[in-house]
């Protein structure tokens, strides 16, 4: 388990990975593809090639969990 200090280190960086953000949010890689894939109000990402890594912006995810409902 990640301490604390960690945490709080990723949660002010500008864009994180998706291990950081699993870690931040506790929301599983497998998750996070499916509210990436979702039709309406997918999880906003950045993927610069196919099969890419992908990359979230830290202002986007927020602004995306304050208008996501559940």
């Not at 500008?14 to 039709?39: D, H, M, P, Y």
């Not at 993927?47 to 830290?58: F, L």
């Amino acid at each position: 388990m990640k301490k604390i200090e960690d945490i709080e280190m990723i949660q002010k960086k500008k864009f994180i990975n998706v291990k950081e953000f699993a870690l931040i949010f506790n929301i599983s890689n497998r998750t996070q593809a499916n509210f990436r894939g979702r039709i309406h109000n997918s999880l906003p990402y950045i993927q610069t090639t196919r099969r890419g890594n992908i990359t979230y912006q830290m202002e986007q995810v927020e602004n995306w969990f304050k208008n996501h409902s559940k």
